[in-house]
Every structure is written in structure tokens, then in C-alpha cells.
């Protein structure tokens, strides 16, 4: 079986790698093709990639390319990771929103929408050149912000491409940690948006165990999220929200943070990366040992300045595994062996939550076959969670419309539309100033 990963120079196509090594049997990955632009990136990764494959027997094999037709032709899962601006667009985001007070965050407010303006367009040509050069193949959404891109793809791939995200899944492990539960022997809860979604149950054999939890102040402040939000916010909730919900629940603390950090998350990456790929291109030292040291600390500063805003001290070490190639895993071998299991995934809403459309790209659990994903029926939400919800589909709506037509004046109405953006005047000076310095804006007129 074929994979082909996009954004094959990636950081983390390592992680996949080193799932994939762990599987056996028939209908497993034998052939992997890296696809990238950057041709030194993918030198690098290729490098870590067989000293990971030098201490396994029968590892799948490894080839490279920057022509992604010839990296699609024959693919039977293709795994899209791709970043459109590359960490310097992430950091210039960042920057032209926290300058205008509000949130820059790759997925989140005005820093998700100009990332997302960026990205739908190319991946709108990916999923068409998948449609005409592997229309067997299943796409496997990794790029941000997920749900967006997913629901772009969709549009053209139908039910055959799939967003996944790891950040449900470190959610649902760590309260099943905390209340004695293992992860695989509870069903978990979930609904809303990738990264805009609550945790509202964890059943095991019938019974939910999230009330035992809730009523609990000593086990809330025992895992991340608890310290994140507090106590009494989530007791409040009634529910245990997705990480990235604390950019809403406290944006003006955020914000402040990220303001007078001393570089932000995006520009932190740009230069640990650097460092990295310059390092792994060097044939004197282990490409694999360089990877490993940068991923750690990568892990450990992940959401720093939200953690420090919320005094909830370091991350755990069990949370510092990552998660999305488990994930990602998983899903392939459900489909291409049958294998049912159940997962919580970006699919088309098709009646989920009655709020959307069916063509609604939600986050939700999902039973996985030989078929797809097919979205489990979930409750409604509570009133404060489907206006958020509403309305942060609204924009990306309003994004997917901006992007098809070339209107400048549906992307400020986009940013406009956003719940943590204030004002029709920094909507439109937020596209002046992202026009400017994002080159793959220029189709904004």
C-alpha cells in the first residue's frame, strides 16, 4: 500500500514514520513518498527517516519528490501536512494581529483566517488533481486549520477526505487518566469544531464518569486542562473544552500574553527549525538524535504563554507523546483492512448537529470502516457553545467565499465576522496589513 505525504519535509513526518514502523500484517503501508517544494527540507527528513528505518525490520520504503503530480499518481492514502508561507507566514500572522490587539494563533481569530485565506486555494488544487490522478485514494487533513481546509477539500473529494487532530485525543486520554479509566475501554463524548469543541461525557460500560470529575476540585487541578481553565469555570461548563478554547474564555489575557512574550510561537518555530534542518543536513552527526532533542522541546513550550497566563505550571510528561499519527494510523488501517474502530474526526456534519448543514465540516466521533467515517449521532449543544459554533462556521464560510472569488471585501467581512475581532475598522486594516506581506494574498482584489 502507497502513502504519500504532502508536506514531506515537514517536522513531524517523523512521527508517522515511526507509527508506521510499528505495524504489521497484510494491507500495511510498503511504499512512503515524501512530497515537498523544498528539495533540502526533504533531504533532511529523509535522512531522519531511515536511521528510524535502520533499526526496523522489512520498514516501508522511502522516496522523495517536488513534483506532486508524480507523488500523487498511484497513492492509495494521501496525508496532506502542508504549510502555505511556511513558518515565516505563521510568525507574520502572529505579528500583523497582536500589532492590532487581537489574537494571531495559526487556528484561532484573525492569525487562523489569514492562514486560512492562504492555504484553502492550494488545497483546493490538491484535492482536484487527487480527484484526477488517484480517485481511489483517501486524503488523510492534517493542515490548518483543519476543519476549514477539510471542508474545502470536501467539496471536491465528497466523503473521501478526512480531518483529523490530535488535540481531541490528548483531551479524552487525560480525563480518562485522571478518573482510573483506560481510554480505549471508554466512549468519549465530543462535539463542535476542530479546536472549538467539548468534552461532554466519558461512558464507560453505560455509565458517564465526567460528573464524578466535575464534582471533584482536587482531580480538576490534577491534568492540564482543569489548571488551564479552573475549576470552577468548567464546573460552570458542565463540560471540559477543547485547549484552544482558552484563547475565548480568556482572550484578553492571551493576547497581553503573547504581546509581551519575547517572540511568538511562530517565530520561536521558525528559528528551532532552522536550526534543526541545518543540523540534519549535516552528514557528521544523527539526523534522528537532532530530531528528537528539537521535538521534546517543541512539546515542552507548547501553549507556554497560555499555561504561564493560567499558572498551570509545566506540561505533563505523558502529555508530550503527541498523538495525530496514532490517530492518522489508525484511520488508515480502518479503511483499507476493514479494521471498525471509533474516532473522533473532521467529517461532513450530514445531520450531527442540527444547527449546520449537512455539507458542515464538524469534529466529531465517528465510526471508521472500509466505507469511511461515518459521524455518530450526537445530542445538541448548550446554547453558549452553538453560538460559538455558529458563528465561527459563519466566518469560515465567509473565508471558503473569499477564496473562491477573489473578494477582498467578503475577507474583511470574514475577520469582521469573528468573535475575538471588534471592529469592521481593524478587519479591514487586519487584511491591508496580511495583503502586504503575504504574497499568496495577492489574489485579494
Known amino acids: 500500500m502507497r502513502l504519500t505525504i504532502l508536506g514531506g519535509g515537514g517536522f513531524r513526518v517523523p512521527l ?57 499518481r498511484g497513492a492509495d492514502f494521501v496525508f496532506s501536512a502542508i504549510r502555505v508561507g511556511g513558518l515565516q507566514g505563521r510568525a507574520d500572522d502572529e505579528r500583523v494581529a497582536l500589532a492590532e490587539g487581537v489574537l494571531g494563533q495559526e487556528t484561532v481569530g484573525a ?26 485514494a483517501w486524503v488523510i487533513n492534517f493542515t490548518n486549520p483543519a476543519g476549514l481546509v477539510t471542508e474545502a477539500m470536501s467539496r471536491h473529494l465528497g466523503d473521501r477526505v478526512i480531518g483529523i ?20 475501554d471508554a466512549w468519549i463524548d465530543y462535539v463542535g469544531l476542530n479546536h472549538l469543541g467539548w468534552l461532554r461525557g466519558l461512558r464507560v460500560e453505560g455509565r458517564d464518569e465526567l460528573p464524578r470529575l466535575l ?14 481553565f479552573g475549576a470552577d469555570w468548567l464546573q460552570s461548563l458542565g463540560a471540559v473544552p477543547n485547549e484552544y478554547l482558552h484563547y475565548y474564555y480568556f482572550n484578553r489575557e492571551a493576547v497581553r500574553a503573547y504581546q509581551e512574550a519575547e517572540k511568538t510561537r511562530g517565530a520561536f518555530l521558525r528559528e528551532q527549525q532552522a ?5 540534519a543536513r549535516r ?7 537532532a530530531w528528537e532533542r528539537t521535538r521534546a522541546e517543541r512539546e515542552a513550550t507548547y501553549m507556554a504563554e497560555n499555561r504561564e497566563t493560567a499558572g498551570a505550571g509545566e506540561r505533563e510528561a505523558e502529555d508530550l507523546s503527541g498523538g495525530y499519527e496514532k490517530v492518522a494510523l489508525a484511520l488508515m488501517r480502518a479503511i483499507a483492512r476493514d479494521e471498525r474502530t471509533t474516532l473522533i474526526l473532521n467529517v461532513r456534519n450530514r445531520g450531527t448537529l442540527s444547527v449546520l448543514d449537512d455539507d458542515a465540516v464538524v469534529e466529531v466521533p465517528c465510526l471508521v470502516d472500509a466505507n469511511g467515517a461515518h459521524p455518530v449521532a450526537a445530542a445538541p449543544l448548550p446554547g453558549h457553545a452553538t453560538g460559538l459554533v455558529c458563528a465561527v462556521k459563519a466566518v469560515e464560510r465567509e473565508v471558503l467565499a473569499a477564496a473562491g472569488s477573489g473578494s477582498r471585501a467578503t475577507a474583511v467581512k470574514a475577520f469582521a465576522l469573528h468573535p475575538l475581532v471588534d471592529s469592521v475598522h481593524v478587519a479591514r486594516r487586519l487584511v491591508e496589513g496580511y495583503t502586504a506581506v503575504h504574497p499568496g494574498l495577492g489574489y485579494l482584489t
Open 16 to 72: 508517522v514514520y515511526g507509527a508506521l514502523l510499528t505495524d504489521r500484517g497484510a494491507g500495511r503501508v510498503t511504499e512512503v513518498v515524501l512530497h515537498d517544494p523544498d528539495g533540502s527540507r526533504l533531504y533532511a527528513v529523509a535522512r531522519v527517516l531511515a536511521e528510524q528505518a535502520s533499526a526496523a525490520a522489512d520498514a516501508p520504503r522511502v522516496t522523495t519528490t517536488t513534483d506532486l503530480d508524480e507523488a500523487l
Open 111 to 136: 492569525g487562523g483566517i489569514a492562514y486560512g485565506l492562504r492555504t484553502v486555494p492550494v488545497a483546493v488544487d490538491i484535492a482536484r488533481r487527487v480527484a484526477r490522478l488517484a480517485p481511489e
Open 165 to 184: 487532530c490530535d488535540s481531541p485525543v490528548g483531551l479524552g486520554r487525560r480525563v480518562a487518566r485522571v478518573l482510573g479509566v483506560r481510554p480505549e
Open 215 to 228: 464534582a471533584d476540585p482536587g482531580l480538576l487541578g490534577s491534568f492540564e486542562e482543569g489548571r488551564l
Open 275 to 279: 536550526r534543526f534542518y541545518d543540523e
Open 283 to 289: 552528514t557528521d552527526v544523527s539526523a534522528l538524535g
